[in-house]
C-alpha cells in the first residue's frame, strides 16, 4: 500500500469514527471483515495518532477556521483535516507541504466543490502558525 493510499484508509477510519464509538481499531476490523480492506500500519497509526489528540487537534482546527465552527464543517473536510493537522504537528519525516498537499488531493476526490480550498487554507495557517514550511 503506498503512503497516499494509507492516508486514503486513515481518513476513511476517521470519518467512519465521526458515526460511532467504536475504536479505530476495531473499525479497521469491521472494514476488513465487510469489504476486505487491507490493515496498513502507516493508516492505523495516523488514524490512531489523530483520534488520540482530537480535542488538541481541533481546537487547532477551530482556530484557523475563521468564522466557521466545527459543527458547520463537512465531516469529510474535519476528518481530513484531523489527519492531516496530526501529520503536520506529530509526524516528523513528513515534510508539511506533503501533508498538505495530500490532504487538499482527498477533498478534491471526496468533498464538496470548496472543500479543497478550504481545508488548504487551514492547513496553510496551522503551518504557518508551526512555523513549518
Known amino acids: 500500500m ?3 493510499e494509507a492516508r ?5 477510519l476517521l470519518f467512519e469514527k ?3 464509538d467504536s475504536t479505530i481499531h476495531d473499525i479497521l476490523l469491521n472494514a476488513g471483515e465487510a469489504r476486505d480492506v487491507e490493515t ?20 487547532i482546527i477551530s482556530k484557523h477556521s ?7 464543517i463537512s465531516r469529510v473536510a474535519l476528518s481530513i483535516m ?13 515534510p508539511v507541504s506533503v501533508s498538505i498537499n495530500e490532504a487538499v488531493e482527498l477533498a478534491k476526490k471526496y468533498g464538496g466543490d470548496a472543500d479543497s480550498s478550504f481545508v488548504n487554507g487551514v492547513l496553510g495557517g496551522v503551518s504557518r502558525q508551526s512555523g513549518e514550511k
Do not use: C, P, Q
Open 40 to 59: 496498513d500500519s502507516f493508516a492505523l497509526s495516523l488514524a490512531e495518532g489523530a483520534n488520540k489528540y482530537m480535542v488538541d487537534i481541533d481546537s
Open 66 to 72: 475563521h468564522k466557521w465552527n466545527k459543527e458547520r
Open 18 to 20: 465521526t458515526f460511532t
Open 8 to 12: 486514503e484508509l486513515a481518513f476513511v
Open 82 to 94: 484531523r489527519m492531516a493537522v496530526y501529520e503536520m504537528l506529530y509526524v516528523k519525516d513528513i
Open 2 to 4: 503506498t503512503r497516499r
